[in-house]
């Protein structure tokens, strides 16, 4: 009976060592996803950042175009005020030719008579 104890007391124990290392590699599986979930976590928050930091490029993109097509309208308009005032100069230009013309008529007109 000794003998048999003996030998069911060293199972007990391999058992136990067999348990003891079974709970270690279960306690060392969450320690690996948690540190996998950290990881990912920063990443993430990574991702997070530069996509802020797009968001806010984009929105000074934004406001630069916005401002390129304020300035392209003034200079379109102050290109219409410069046609209005070449148009406006240029029948200015055939009045005074047509006064002109009838100076020298009336000049040629005394010479005549």
Do not use: D, M
């Not at 984009?58 to 102050?78: E, G, P």
């Amino acid at each position: 009976a000794t003998i048999t104890h003996i030998r069911t007391a060293i199972n007990y124990i391999r058992t136990t060592i067999t348990y003891i290392g079974a709970t270690i590699a279960l306690i060392r599986a969450p320690i690996a996803l948690i540190r996998a979930t950290i990881t990912y976590i920063r990443t993430a928050i990574n991702y997070i950042r530069t996509a802020i930091t797009y968001v806010r490029a984009t929105i000074t993109h934004i406001r630069t175009a916005i401002t390129y097509i304020r300035t392209a309208i003034t200079y379109i308009r102050t290109a219409i005020n410069y046609i209005r005032a070449t148009i406006t100069h240029i029948w200015g230009c055939v009045i005074c030719i047509g006064i002109t013309f009838t100076r020298v008529r009336h000049i040629s007109s005394c010479f005549i008579e």
